[in-house]
């Protein structure tokens, strides 16, 4: 009778992943191309943890992100989204597994950029809608959803703690081992599984209690607060380090990247063609890829 269930069940899950999946290429595709000029660019004058990166880092940056870009499509819902949008939706997608290369996002194949924020129905009119992102489940499986303004805002401001679209990422990595409950088992060795669960408590107690810098949200309960904590970290992370030293140490373990060391800005002047190249070769940009601008 068991025997019976289990199987039943199985067809079921394998049913109702097809019908969530039908639509979707599941090959995995593969950059052939050179990565774009103009893209890497943008990425320059946008995304503060691209320059902290070397050259050689750089071009593995660039490779998943047209990777990401390849493997998963982006579409505007009542806005329009540019080139700007997707890469920094791509962006968000790679700093939290930067570290990892074989790492692939198979529980996702498609991003909502709405213009703003919306609601529960998701609805982007009305005095209800406060969601600025969230990872879709049933229906949407396979499926995120980000406001184009918080996306935008994760980026433009560098003082804050707050990048949505990571926070929704972080919520996919910790539901990739088949539980959102902020415990990221794929990418947390077992040495540290005790100790996190037991800070993440003891951090969430601390919120209740109006004793913390960290954002409220994060006591919700345990995945909000990883990812709560982990915009925090990629956002503001000598802060962190400084002001929650075991709470840092441990994203350090859990992503394995140390982001206090990195030099964390944006190129906000235009690049000429005497400026240093922005994928760093050291050379000038109308020597390096200024040559092959596309």
């Avoid at 394998?14 to 990425?43: D, H, M, Q, S």
């Avoid at 415990?183 to 077992?190: A, F, G, R």
Wanted: charged share 25%; glycine share 6%.
């Amino acid at each position: 009778m068991e025997i019976a269930f289990v199987i039943i069940t199985i067809l079921v899950i394998t049913v109702f992943l097809y019908f969530v999946f039908r639509g979707k290429n599941n090959k995995w595709k593969i950059p052939k191309e050179a990565f774009p000029t103009r893209w890497r660019i943008i990425l320059s004058q946008e995304v503060a943890f691209y320059n902290a990166l070397s050259a050689e880092e750089k071009k593995r940056f660039e490779f998943k992100i047209q990777e990401f870009l390849l493997n998963c499509k982006i579409t505007g819902i009542e806005t329009q989204v540019n080139i700007t949008d997707k890469l920094l939706v791509a962006s968000s997608a790679i700093i939290p597994i930067f570290a990892f290369d074989n790492w692939r996002y198979s529980n996702i194949y498609e991003v909502l950029v709405y213009p703003s924020a919306f609601n529960e129905k998701f609805e982007t009119n009305g005095s209800d809608k406060f969601i600025a992102g969230m990872v879709g489940t049933g229906y949407m499986e396979g499926k995120m959803i980000l406001s184009k303004q918080a996306l935008q805002h994760g980026f433009k401001n560098e003082s804050d703690k707050n990048n949505t679209a990571i926070h929704e990422f972080v919520h996919l990595i910790d539901k990739s081992d088949g539980a959102t409950d902020g415990i990221p088992s794929l990418l947390l060795e077992k040495q540290y599984a005790i100790p996190w669960i037991d800070l993440i408590n003891k951090k969430i107690d601390e919120v209740y209690e109006g004793k913390t810098d960290i954002n409220p949200y994060g006591g919700t309960n345990r995945a909000e607060f990883f990812s709560v904590v982990s915009e925090y970290f990629f956002e503001r992370p000598k802060l962190l380090a400084d002001k929650h030293t075991e709470l840092y140490k441990l994203l350090e373990e859990i992503f394995d990247q140390d982001m206090k060391s990195k030099k964390l800005r944006k190129h906000n002047v235009e690049i000429g063609r005497n400026t240093p190249c922005p994928c760093g070769s050291g050379k000038k940009f109308k020597h390096c890829c200024g040559k092959t601008q596309t």
